[in-house]
């Protein structure tokens, strides 16, 4: 049974995570590896509408915001990390 990786960046905005996970994906894909590089919020639906907020500055309740985080991050490990890890790939 092949087990995958998952390899999370982490920072504060504006550090160069995105920088820094495109070099090694590139890095690790030259040297032969599976990798699937993704990030949070994710681009679906939740994702989508806690980014729009962000960008418009828009306030909600915390208990609001976190049920868009979760429902983000539930979508994203079913869908993507998930089958990944249990095809041994690398998720950065």
């Known amino acids: 049974m092949k087990r995958g990786l998952l390899v999370a960046f982490e920072g504060l905005d504006g550090s160069g995570k995105s920088t820094q996970l495109a070099r ?11 990798v699937v590089a993704t990030r949070e919020p994710t681009q679906g ?5 806690i980014r729009e907020m962000a960008a418009a500055g828009e306030r909600a309740a915390p208990e609001a915001e ?5 429902a ?3 979508e994203h490990v079913a869908g993507l990390i998930a089958p990944a890890l249990a095809r041994g790939a690398l998720v950065l």
């Open 72 to 74: 983000d991050r539930r």
């Open 24 to 34: 090694q994906a590139a890095r690790l894909r030259a040297a032969g590896l599976d």
């Open 66 to 70: 976190l049920v868009l985080f979760l």
């Open 45 to 49: 639906e939740h994702g989508r509408r």
